[in-house]
T-cell receptor
Framework: ETGVTQSPTHLIKTRGQQVTLRCSSQSGHNTVSWYQQALGQGPQFIFQ???????GRGNFPPRFSGLQFPNYSSELNVNALELDDSALYLC???FGSGNLYEQYFGPGTRLTVT | DQQVKQNSPSLSVQEGRISILNCDYT??????FLWYKKYPAEGPTFLIS?????DKNEDGRFTVFLNKSAKHLSLHIVPSQPGDSAVYFCAARRPSGTYKYIFGTGTRLKVLA
């Protein structure tokens, strides 16, 4: 059984640029949630994708967008990067949209915006 | 507005003793609470959960207590082991439309050998 993988591991971008982060969900999982974890903070829910549709969103602006593909892998896109977007971005997969307690996290992508 | 708070950023405990990690919340609509453990360079790993209709859940060395009137939960680890050294996050689920998940800021536990 393959766990949740994320790419890239680290990324450095300049303010105003765009970035795409990728997540491969655990085998058999159809739901992916994305979180932003700033330094010294807990993960903050960005949005969730269930069967290729956005299924809930946290307090993030529209420049944070996502996609889920037929194989349930997912992308997080961030446009017009700001310095405050520097954080660890975590994705988590689960089977079903409400199963927080069976949510498996990837190791994260650390994004630095300069 | 921090709806889930972990007021102790760090905690040190001797091996074999009890570790108690605390979490307070403000929203009475939360219906499920969870604890996650996070090692460096890894994603959080689910540890234990409790429904809002219960006041205790036990799994091996880990027990979670929920005090709804005080809006407080705690994680007890007995006995503590050096491998338990990690950052612990409590999280709460809010059942409004699509479930929203709110995490605390984490407590770094260090178990001393």
């Amino acid at each position: 059984e393959t766990g949740v993988t994320q790419s890239p591991t680290h990324l450095i971008k300049t303010r105003g640029q765009q970035v795409t982060l990728r997540c491969s969900s655990q085998s058999g999982h159809n739901t992916v949630s994305w979180y932003q974890q700033a330094l010294g903070q807990g993960p903050q829910f960005i949005f969730q994708y269930y069967r290729e549709e956005e299924n809930g969103r946290g307090n993030f602006p529209p420049r944070f967008s996502g996609l889920q593909f037929p194989n349930y892998s997912s992308e997080l896109n961030v446009n017009a990067l700001e310095l405050d977007d520097s954080a660890l971005y975590l994705c988590a997969s689960s089977f079903g949209s409400g199963n927080l307690y069976e949510q498996y996290f990837g190791p994260g992508t650390r994004l630095t915006v300069t | 507005d921090q709806q889930v708070k972990q007021n102790s950023p760090s905690l040190s405990v001797q091996e074999g003793r009890i570790s108690i990690l605390n979490c307070d919340y403000t929203n009475s609509m939360f219906d499920y609470f969870l604890w996650y453990k996070k090692y460096p360079a890894e994603g959080p790993t689910f540890l234990i959960s409790i429904s809002s209709i219960k006041d205790k859940n036990e799994d091996g060395r880990f027990t979670v207590f929920l005090n709804k009137s005080a809006k407080h939960l705690s994680l007890h680890i007995v006995p503590s082991q050096p491998g338990d050294s990690a950052v612990y996050f409590c999280a709460a689920r809010r059942p409004s439309g699509t479930y929203k998940y709110i995490f605390g800021t984490g407590t770094r536990l260090k178990v001393l050998a």
